[in-house]
């Protein structure tokens, strides 16, 4: 029979003991839309919450059993000072009707955008930093695959009135299920 013909082993660089079976039905799984991939429970350290303070890199602390992880980025509140006495203070806007000609400005890199991000992050397992990264703005969601990236992966907060939330469900195979 055909079943008799296939080999069982393990197949190439997963570390388990899947046989060919269990990666054809994975495969037929992934092709019906079923990756199969299961929670890994929040008492296991499957789903956590994570804050990002400004300037602070952070790497994930990884559930063992873990080959992926859907992020999502909630930006923190902001920390904006508020004049205690705004009835003491004036301020004054003064304005030219005298049209000036600016010259054209050349166009320069700069090392520091003005985006929506609130974090900042890297998988090659090198730290970010406020003005190098891949950035992420509030409500984005990010998946991550692999257990070695999972280990690697660093993030900073770049927000700086207020600390931002990185939101992480961690995931393992079915056949670990």
Do not use: C, H, W
């Not at 019906?32 to 429970?41: C, H, Q, W």
């Not at 000036?100 to 090198?126: D, H, M, Q, W, Y």
């Not at 703005?137 to 939330?165: A, C, Y």
Request: charged fraction near 25%.
């Amino acid at each position: 029979m055909l079943r008799d013909r296939i080999q069982k082993q393990t197949y190439p660089q997963r570390k388990n003991t899947a046989t060919i079976l269990n990666y054809l039905e994975e495969l037929v799984l992934i092709n019906a839309k079923e990756v199969g991939l299961v929670p890994i429970d929040q008492s296991n350290r499957g789903y956590q919450d994570i804050p990002l303070p400004f300037g602070r890199v952070l790497s994930l602390e990884v559930p063992e059993e873990a080959v992926s992880a859907t992020m999502m980025i909630e930006k923190g509140v902001d920390n904006i000072m508020v004049d205690p006495d705004p009835d003491e203070t004036v301020s004054v806007v003064a304005r030219s009707n005298k049209k000036k000609r600016t010259p054209s400005i050349p166009v320069l890199e700069l090392p520091i955008t003005n985006s929506s991000a609130v974090l900042r992050f890297k998988e090659n397992g090198s730290n970010p930093s406020i003005i190098s990264g891949f950035g992420l703005g509030n409500q984005d969601i990010f998946e991550l695959v692999g257990s070695e990236n999972l280990k690697r992966f660093r993030v900073i907060g770049v927000q700086e009135n207020g600390t931002p939330v990185l939101r992480i469900q961690f995931y393992k195979t079915a056949q670990f299920g």
